[in-house]
């Protein structure tokens, strides 16, 4: 039976545990004279069977489901021949996808050598067997942990410690995800990464100043080794990310002190919110518009004015994205003005500054740590954000500093490397993992400072 | 005293001067509001004058005689005869219908051109479902081809209208007035799948795909990111392993959506085998990814519930649990909704993530369920905009009206949410 069927017929059991429980409370009450000589209400007694049901049978299912397929396929390239073993990965991932192929009937069996076909049927019995082994083991496990939980049923048992101890462990375990999943996102990066420094020695990755992953089909074939230097991309990076500052910092800096200082309550009950849509807009209809909205405006206003552009500079998918980032420093900007305390501002006011003055030299100066910290936040944004430079940016490595050529950047180059069909095991592959890494490192660096920085700047008043 | 009225003096020359500069201040506050605001309508303004056209199809109406000397063809049923048959033949000749000069080879080509690529198949189909068709005349809407429906609908634009030959812009002139091209509102946009040609393409096989996925998203962030936000609220003792969750959770709140992309292909399809391309795998993807801000905006709405009501429970015998799970969380689960509904609507315009785990594959059929390969709104619309021909950017702009019209949606039903269900303490 399958996954997406099993997952279904436990929660019909785990309610069908919750009901059967629930009466056998009620049952075992009746003759004690009420549910009162109880020492938890049915309802207790019955989730605690609910839980008892579900639970382990769900471990056991996510566990199987979630390494079936590795242990399949190794168990059936240990049946092959001897001479036939793969001798690298992706020569087994090759010989897996035919067996498979075989197996689910897409490919005549007598097209492919013998051992082939052989280990299609094995496939194929290992297969069902793991299927029916696995329904058999979870529903088991469902039973008798429901059953456990009907013999607990009684007058003596405190049933609700149970269940809420057991509650407490799922909300803890629910917290423990983001754990995991940080987990989760450092293991995916490192091992890879550690596999394609093997290939690529660290000190090329990092220094070198060209890029061109090609890999060759052939040893001897020209051009074979591709260069993997990170520094043009991270130039390019660095290029459209400065762009979008420059736009998002005054215009969403500027905008927040307005708002704050100037505007009249109607004003900014309309503006704000207005505002606050450029952050809902998703990020693919931004690189729409710049990739072709945008770009070729800044083309042809660069030929009038006798430049060449590139149709996908830096610059249109830069402006763009600091369109985007606006609202992201503007609210931030707005929070750290806003917790200036009154006072400060009523001093220098008293003093007889005006609003402007008030504003440059009191509270800005005061607000100044908070609004680095904002701006950095916005930077690890523009550094991370993928789909403004995927379709508005260009592929070619250039290191240049005009924003008028066609730059890439390290997102651009992960998506385009991972994006269909890939070996796993090619330096072109690994190489967007180091890419991955890497993006991952510099973002977490730049949250980490700016988030120090606001806390700081906040205990310092309150 | 001459001392005093000469600081005064100074402190009066510089005040218009002062005066001046704040004014300044102030109107450059103002422009960058009307930057911001500006460039909100430029954007809308540019998609919406793209893709107003995506919702407009062009269809060529003709009485097709289905001769079977001509399609080279006695029997639809059969399905080696159907092979060699010639289906476009009978479009060609109820075409010449019209224009009876047109009468070489090269002239018969062009007339072919006018009509979209899949319209042969289309009578193939229809000879198969009904065979007794064959040697009758039907009148039959077929859709126009890519270049003429550009033409159609952008008259003006020679940058569009030269991809048509001068005769074919001729014949096209003529037909429009004679009423057999036709434009009426794209219902195929709303009905199919992903297509080659402009024409065929709709966009309900992404829209099914991002319910699926988000359906999944849901599923899994919504209880898992209450039930943390609950833990961390509320029973979570104050020690380093707290202190670590925390972190943590803030860390992954800013970590560039594409990393998540990377952690699905490196974990869920390479470690647990999980298929590529299908919703579940983008919807747990997604669910990782918005589980902080629905944590954060869940703690936030515990964090509002007053003080008294845990009180006024606990007073009365309830524990710890029995307060949490019958008066906080029902009294927060508004203002945890509205998180979660921003989160989810932040999670359906995501992109760059479902690009690595295979999202982006070319999928003609409507998925049908959790393990079927399919795309979503998003990449469905990156697709289409980095394809080359007009139709489809015209669809990518009526994909991206289709995908703003959902958000919105959904970001109202969040302010509705909050003003109709929230309590002020």
């Known amino acids: 039976m399958q996954t997406a069927n099993l997952l279904p017929l436990v929660l019909v059991l785990a309610v069908v545990a919750y009901g059967l429980a629930y009466m056998r409370s009620r049952a075992v009450a009746a003759p004690l004279g009420g549910i009162r000589n109880l020492k938890a209400l049915p309802v207790y007694y019955a989730s605690r069977a609910a839980l008892w049901c579900a639970i382990p049978a769900l471990i056991v299912l996510a566990v199987w489901a979630g390494f079936e397929g590795k242990v399949i396929q190794g168990i059936v390239i240990a049946t092959l021949p001897q001479d036939t073993w793969p001798e690298s990965p992706g020569q087994a991932s090759l010989i897996l996808s035919q067996i498979s192929n075989v197996a689910a009937g897409n490919l005549n069996p007598e097209f492919v050598p013998e051992h082939i076909a052989g280990a299609a049927s094995v496939l194929e019995a290992m297969e069902s067997q793991s299927e029916n082994f696995k329904a058999a083991l979870v529903l088991l496990v469902a039973v008798a942990g429901a059953g456990f939980a009907w013999t607990r049923v009684a007058p003596h048992i405190n049933a609700r410690l149970n269940v809420e101890t057991t509650l407490r462990r799922i909300f803890f375990v629910c917290a423990a995800l983001a754990v995991l999943t940080t987990a989760g996102i450092v293991f995916s990066v490192i091992l890879e990464t550690v596999r394609f420094f093997n290939r690529v020695p660290i000190s090329e990755f990092l220094f070198s100043t060209s890029w061109s992953p090609q890999t060759a089909l052939r040893a001897d074939q020209v051009g074979s080794d591709g260069a993997f230097g990170v520094i043009p991309l991270f130039t390019g990076t660095l290029l459209i990310s400065a762009i979008a500052l420059l736009v998002a910092v005054p215009v969403g800096l500027l905008s927040a002190i307005y708002l704050s200082e100037y505007a009249s309550k109607r004003v900014r009950s309309t503006a704000k919110p207005v505002m606050e849509m450029l952050a809902g807009i998703p990020t693919v209809v931004y690189g729409f518009f710049a990739a072709l909205t945008v770009a070729p405006f800044i083309r042809d206003v660069a030929e009038m004015v006798g430049l060449q552009a590139s149709s996908q500079s830096a610059l249109a998918a830069g402006l763009v994205m600091g369109i985007m980032i606006v609202p992201f420093v503007s609210s931030l900007s707005d929070d750290v003005i806003n917790a200036v305390p009154q006072t400060m501002r009523d001093g220098s006011l008293a003093l007889g500054a005006t609003q402007s003055e008030t504003m440059k030299k009191v509270i800005f100066p005061a607000a100044l740590p908070g609004i680095i910290g904002g701006i950095l936040l916005a930077a690890s944004r523009a550094i991370g954000e993928t789909m403004i430079v995927v379709m508005a940016a260009g592929l070619a490595a250039n290191l240049t500093a005009n924003p008028l050529e066609s730059v890439t950047t390290v997102t651009v180059q992960i998506a385009t490397l991972l994006v269909g069909d890939q070996e796993f095991d090619s330096a072109k592959t690994l190489s967007a993992f180091a890419l991955g890494m890497l993006l991952f490192l510099v973002t977490l660096l730049l949250n980490v400072i700016a988030l120090k920085i606001v806390r700081k700047y906040r205990e310092q008043y309150e | ?425």
């Open chain 2, 1 to 425: 005293m001459s001392d005093q009225s000469a600081q005064a003096e100074i402190v009066r020359n510089s005040l218009k001067r002062r005066y001046r500069k704040e004014r300044r201040f102030r109107l450059y506050g103002i422009l960058a509001i009307f930057i911001a605001l500006a460039s909100l309508f430029i954007l809308f303004a540019d998609i919406i004058g793209k893709g107003h056209t995506g919702f407009v199809k062009t269809t060529i109406t003709l009485e097709v005689v289905l001769d079977s000397e001509l399609m080279y063809l006695d029997d639809p049923t059969d399905a080696d005869q159907r092979s060699m048959a010639d289906f476009s033949a009978p479009i060609i000749a109820a075409l010449q219908e019209h224009f009876p000069e047109a009468d070489s080879a090269g002239e018969k080509r062009e007339l072919g051109r006018l009509i979209g690529t899949y319209a042969a198949s289309e009578i193939r189909d229809l000879l198969i479902a009904k065979p007794d068709l064959l040697n009758s005349t039907q009148s039959i809407e077929f859709p126009a081809h890519d270049r003429v429906s550009v033409y159609v609908k952008h008259p003006d634009n020679s940058q569009y209208s030269i991809k048509l030959s001068e005769q074919q812009q001729r014949w096209v002139d003529e037909l429009l007035e004679k009423g057999v091209i036709d434009t009426s509102f794209n219902d195929v946009l709303f009905s199919r799948g992903d297509s080659r040609e402009p024409a065929n393409a709709g966009v309900l096989g992404a829209i099914v795909g991002s319910l699926l996925t988000m359906l999944v998203t849901l599923a899994i962030a919504f209880p898992v990111g209450v039930a943390a936000a609950v833990y961390l609220e509320e029973f979570a003792p104050q020690n380093k392993i707290t202190d670590f969750i925390e972190v943590n959770i803030n860390n992954l709140a800013a970590v560039p959506s594409i990393i998540f992309g990377l952690l699905g292909l490196a974990v869920f399809i390479g470690l647990f085998g999980m298929p590529r391309s299908v919703p579940v795998l983008g919807g747990m993807v997604l669910a990782l990814m918005t589980l902080p801000t629905i944590i954060i905006s869940s703690r936030a709405a515990i964090k509002s519930v007053p003080p008294s009501i845990r009180e006024a429970a606990e007073g009365i015998g309830a524990s710890k649990m029995q307060v949490v799970l019958h008066h906080v969380v029902p009294l927060a689960m508004p203002g945890m909704l509205t998180g979660s509904i921003i989160g989810m609507a932040q999670a359906l315009g995501e992109t760059a993530p479902l690009l690595l785990i295979g999202m982006v594959a070319f999928i003609v059929d409507v998925p049908g369920g959790f393990l079927d390969s399919a795309t979503v709104l998003p990449v469905q619309i990156y697709l289409w905009a980095s394809s080359s021909e007009q139709g489809f950017v015209e669809l990518a702009s009526a994909a991206i009206m289709v995908l703003l019209t959902f958000m919105i949606i959904m970001n109202a039903l969040a302010i509705w949410l909050r003003k109709r269900l929230e309590r002020r303490w």
